[in-house]
């Protein structure tokens, strides 16, 4: 089994900026930039293109980040789904209602 990783540095390698995100980055320095030209000329195309291409790169971020997570979450379902595979079926049925009971008095 893995060494386990405090919570912190779980939500760290899948949210904090790293060499992928290279392109968003550009484009957001780039999207201020051009606003701050558009706000110096008085320029609203320039304003508006430039917010544009800001809000471009937070959803080119997201989008990466988000499939970064999903990545994360398929592989850990398809972990805990191998191991309950490996289980007899009373052993499985015990597991299953146990993370149930849980899940039901976490959320309330």
């Known amino acids: 089994m893995e060494p386990t990783k405090d919570r912190a540095t779980k939500w760290q390698d899948t949210f904090v900026p790293d060499g992928g995100d290279v392109p968003a980055a550009a484009l957001g320095v ?46 850990a379902e398809s972990h805990i789904r191998s191991e309950l595979d490996d289980l007899d079926p009373v052993a499985r049925a015990q597991v299953l209602a146990d993370i149930a009971r849980s899940g039901l008095h976490g959320s309330s």
Do not use: H
């Not at 606003?35 to 990466?64: D, E, K, N, P, Q």
């Open 30 to 75: 780039g999207g201020i930039i051009v606003f701050a030209v558009g706000m110096a000329r008085g320029s609203t195309f320039l304003r508006a293109a430039g917010l544009i291409a800001a809000a471009g790169a937070f959803g080119l971020f997201a989008r990466r980040k988000r499939a970064a997570r999903r990545a994360k979450i398929d592989e």
